[in-house]
């Protein structure tokens, strides 16, 4: 059966949220005291859940401290950072194009909904999608498959005719988890090698390739 739904990722697929994400990581970490790495050693930041990078950059597992490093990140973020933010090219387009054949569409994103909201409307995508899914502020729901599958229910979606595209592990992992394909991109913050080690159905090198692709899947 064909896909008749699309789950998209935000970061790294829709948007490139390299300068917002990365100097909100690096202004946290300053007000906490440390000293924080360059922007381009932040990359693997895009896409996990926030809380499991922070704890990895500070080294714990501490609650208390993460909880900090998370309001500090987002009182930036809120403000200033969510704007930091550039669509990659053909987006628009793209979405159009997957529309058109009568796809429904819908933001899969670990990023809070609040925050997904104001970014998909802020580039004028919003008339593009059917609905924008994300995380709780207390980070309920920011494991990619917790989100697939709690989309896939509110949205009575049969698994066989949904397909997830991202461009991390984390989105094909989720995707897995709930029985449904996966389409890897390669324009975002993960590599080819980590798409196919995942098992991705297919892959895109650029967002202008995945109407092709879903009539594979």
Partial sequence: ML??????????????????????????????GYQPPDANELLWCIGPPLKSSFSQLLQTSDDTVLEEAILLYRSRFSTIGLFENSLYPQIPETLKIIRAAGYQTFVATSKPHLYATRIIEYFDLAPLFDGVY????????????????????????????????????????????????????????????????????????????????????
Avoid: W
């Avoid at 970061?11 to 202004?27: A, E, H, M, N, S």
């Fill in 3 to 32: 896909s008749r739904t699309v789950l998209f990722d935000l970061d790294g697929t829709l948007t490139d949220p390299k300068p917002g994400i990365t100097r909100c990581i690096q202004y946290a970490l300053s007000e906490l």
């Fill in 134 to 217: 994300g995380s709780e502020l207390d980070g309920n729901r920011s494991v990619k498959g917790e989100l697939i599958s709690y989309i896939v229910d509110r949205e009575s979606l049969l698994a066989s005719t949904v397909v997830m595209v991202g461009d991390r592990s984390h989105d094909i992992i989720g995707a897995k988890k709930n029985n449904i394909a996966a389409i890897g991109v390669t324009y975002g913050y993960g590599s080819r090698e980590e798409l196919e080690t995942h098992k991705a159905d297919l892959i895109a090198d650029y967002p202008e390739e995945i109407p092709t692709l879903l009539h594979l899947i």
